[in-house]
C-alpha cells in the first residue's frame, strides 16, 4: 500500500520516530523555556542591541547567531508540530522570542494575545510555580500583582 504512494516503510518508521522524538522533547523543554520568560517580558520594551555593544564582538555575534539558529529549529518544530502531536504555537512562538529580525515583537504579540496561546502558557508556567505573564492592555492583570 506504501509503495502506491511512493513511499518506503522505512520512511515512515523514521518519520514515526523522529514525530516522537520531536513530541517528547517538546514535552520536556518547553515547560523550562516558558518558564524562563520574565512575567512582565510583554509589559517591557526589548533590551535594545545598543546593550549587547558593551560585550565582546566575537561572543556577541556567537550568542546572536546560536539564540537566531536555536530560533530557527523551533519555528520549524512548531511547524512541525502544528500537523503532528506537540504545542505547535507555544514552540513557533519561543522560536520567535529567540530570534532578531525587524518586526518580532508585532509577531509577538499576536501570538501571544491569541487566547487559548496566552492561557495554555500561563497554565504550564503556574505548574512549574511563576506567575502569569501579563499582556499590555489586560484589566483583569497588574504588573504588581
Not at 523514521?14 to 516558558?34: D, H, K, N, Q, T
Not at 513557533?92 to 525587524?102: N, Q
Request: proline share 8%; glycine share 8%; charged share 15%.
Amino acid at each position: 500500500m506504501l509503495e502506491r504512494f511512493g513511499l518506503s516503510e522505512d520512511l515512515l518508521w523514521w518519520v514515526v520516530a523522529i514525530s516522537a522524538a520531536v513530541f517528547l522533547a517538546g514535552m520536556l523543554a518547553l515547560p523550562w523555556l516558558l518558564s524562563r520568560i520574565p512575567h512582565d517580558y510583554f509589559l517591557t520594551h526589548p533590551i535594545p542591541l545598543a546593550a549587547w555593544k558593551a560585550s565582546h564582538p566575537i561572543a556577541r555575534w556567537c550568542l546572536l547567531i546560536v539564540r537566531n539558529l536555536l530560533g530557527v529549529i523551533l519555528v520549524l518544530l512548531g511547524g512541525v508540530m502544528l500537523f503532528t502531536p506537540g504545542q505547535g504555537i507555544i514552540t513557533l512562538l519561543l522560536g520567535v522570542s529567540l530570534m532578531t529580525f525587524p518586526g518580532k515583537r508585532q509577531l509577538e504579540m499576536k501570538l501571544i494575545r491569541m487566547r487559548g496561546v496566552h492561557k495554555a502558557i500561563n497554565w504550564i508556567r503556574a505548574k512549574a510555580g511563576h506567575r502569569p505573564l501579563l499582556l499590555p492592555g489586560d484589566p483583569e492583570q497588574t504588573p504588581g500583582a
